[in-house]
């Protein structure tokens, strides 16, 4: 995760154009799902790994939560999520995932956003994330899917006149890094497979409630060039988990 393209100033800019990026929650094609999965905000404490642009923290303020803490290693993004989403309800820290100080029973909710694909450990951040959280504590996440991490350069084989033909899936139990084009630049990945996520979670003392491969939003079909290919393959995994108390 310290890799940090997010402040290369081209790079950063074509995030910004991006329809989530853009429009919000509302902008995300995974969004009408992984609302149906977060936890009531009321009266809590929350943390956002990965937090971007605040579009969750403020979602979470909006809904009742006492204090957000908003994780993210660059400050371009911190510096949006201060502009587009304030509340001084919401604390803004520029770092990595990994260096944040994980104090126990803090938070009693734990959210993030396509960000873990990011970490080389699965499990390390699992056993922080549980340990912050109180007993009961409600821990939600999406990542990108394994099918669409496994071959690396997460891309279509095209036929002649670059229609896409077919997804490429190998070396999906070879677990590790990956180095995908992703808005014009060389981005570093890791793949994990879906027994690594399941698992990572069991043995660190958490109980699965939910786990979704969420469809695009039909909404968006005909407005966001390319969504539609998304029902072709899963790009996206969404997982509810808790605390064992």
């Known amino acids: 995760m310290k890799e940090n393209k997010y402040d290369n100033n081209r790079f950063f800019s074509q995030y910004s154009q991006m329809s989530r990026s ?32 605040g579009w969750h923290c403020i979602y979470a303020i909006e809904h009742g939560a006492t204090h957000v803490t908003g994780i993210d290693i ?20 520029c770092m990595a995932i990994e ?15 396509l960000t873990f694909h990011y970490l080389e450990s699965f ?4 056993r922080k994330i549980n340990h912050c959280l109180t007993p009961g504590g409600a821990f939600v996440f999406s990542v990108e899917h394994p099918i669409f991490t496994a071959y690396g350069n997460q891309d279509w084989y095209y036929d002649q006149e670059r229609n896409p033909i077919h997804w490429p899936v ?16 060389e981005v570093v990945k890791y793949h994990k497979t879906l027994t690594t996520y399941i698992n990572s979670l ?21 407005t966001i060039p390319g969504m539609k290919d998304e ?12 605390k064992k108390k």
């Not at 069991?202 to 005909?222: M, S, V």
């Open 74 to 93: 660059s400050e371009k993004m911190l510096e949006e999520a201060r502009k587009r989403n304030p509340s001084p309800l919401i604390e803004y820290q």
């Open 231 to 242: 029902l072709r393959r899963p790009m996206m995994l969404l997982i509810s988990a808790k």
């Open 170 to 185: 190998d070396r999906y139990f070879t677990e590790g890094k990956r180095t995908a084009v992703f808005l014009g630049e």
């Open 123 to 126: 499990i390390d951040i699992c």
């Open 202 to 222: 069991l043995q660190t003392g958490f109980e699965i409630c939910e786990l979704i491969e969420p469809q695009p939003d039909e909404k968006l079909l005909d």
């Open 22 to 53: 853009v429009e919000g929650l509302k902008g995300a094609g995974e969004w009408h799902v992984l609302q149906k999965m977060l936890p009531n905000f009321a009266g809590k404490r929350v943390l956002d790994l990965g937090c971007g642009f």
């Open 99 to 113: 260096d944040f100080d994980f104090q126990p029973d803090s938070y009693d909710i734990v959210i993030s956003s």
